[in-house]
């Protein structure tokens, strides 16, 4: 089992809908999540983080954990075509005792949002 | 504010030739790693570096070796390069703190023919 799994898509959504794109770790202990956006031939760039149970708002975006059934989602409201891009899950499982603040990432969803 | 400077952008080997990608960083941290991204397989950590010399292997560091130069800078050494080391490479940085998250560098493509 992958440490951390997403479906490698293509997600297709219409413009202005939403897109919810889903990720699953498999180490109970893991710490912080972080949802990445990546443009082709681009770096990852962060959209936001979430350590705490439920969700986390930050403008169109929504991130949400659910700690007991290990996944952690990201929602995109009111979906644009410039949203087109691969999104990247990472896990941070902090177990800092001077051994680095390692991420560990999905291979990432590939989002479409057709006009 | 620069973040994370890698360098070269581009660069086309030939197989049993070696080099060094460069990365430094403006904003103190500790951590650095270089991770490798190819299709299908994600962002793969190769090595890091917990702190000013200090180093570890990641997922993948077979065929590379790295130097913490100092707090700035984290270089990544190709040997003898090797078709499989085909990939685009990212520099990436980040504090202490669970929640801190990772700055990565523009990338640099390789080629190795």
């Known amino acids: 089992q992958k440490e951390v799994e997403q479906n490698s898509g293509p997600l297709s959504v219409p413009e202005g809908a939403i897109a919810s794109l889903n990720c699953t770790y498999s180490?109970?202990?893991?710490?912080?999540f972080f949802w990445y956006r990546q443009y082709s031939g681009k770096s990852p760039e962060l959209i936001m983080f979430i350590y705490s149970n439920g969700d986390k708002e930050d403008g169109r975006f929504t991130a949400q954990l659910n700690k007991a059934s290990q996944y952690v989602s990201l929602l995109i409201r009111d979906s644009q075509p410039s949203d087109s891009a691969t999104y990247l899950c990472?896990?941070?499982?902090?177990?800092?005792?001077?051994?680095?603040?390692?991420?560990?990432f999905g291979t990432g969803t590939q989002l479409k949002v057709e006009l | 504010n620069a973040g994370v400077t890698q360098t070269p952008k581009f660069q086309v080997l030939k197989t049993g030739q070696s080099m060094t990608l460069q990365c430094a960083q403006d904003?103190?941290?500790?951590?650095m790693y270089w991770y490798r991204q190819d299709p299908g397989m994600g962002l793969r950590l190769i090595y890091y570096?917990?702190?000013?010399?200090?180093?570890d292997k990641g997922e993948v560091p077979n065929g590379y070796n790295v130097s913490r130069l100092n707090k700035r800078e984290f270089s990544l050494r190709l040997e003898s390069a090797a078709p499989s080391q085909t990939s685009v490479y990212f520099c990436?940085?980040?504090?202490?703190?669970?929640?801190?998250?990772?700055?990565f560098g523009n990338g640099t493509r390789l080629t190795v023919t």
């Open positions: 904003m103190n941290h500790n951590s």
């Open positions: 180490d109970r202990g893991s710490q912080s």
């Open positions: 990436a940085s980040n504090g202490d703190r669970a929640n801190s998250p990772l700055h």
């Open positions: 570096s917990a702190s000013e010399g200090t180093t």
């Open positions: 990472a896990v941070n499982l902090y177990r800092f005792t001077g051994g680095g603040n390692k991420l560990t």
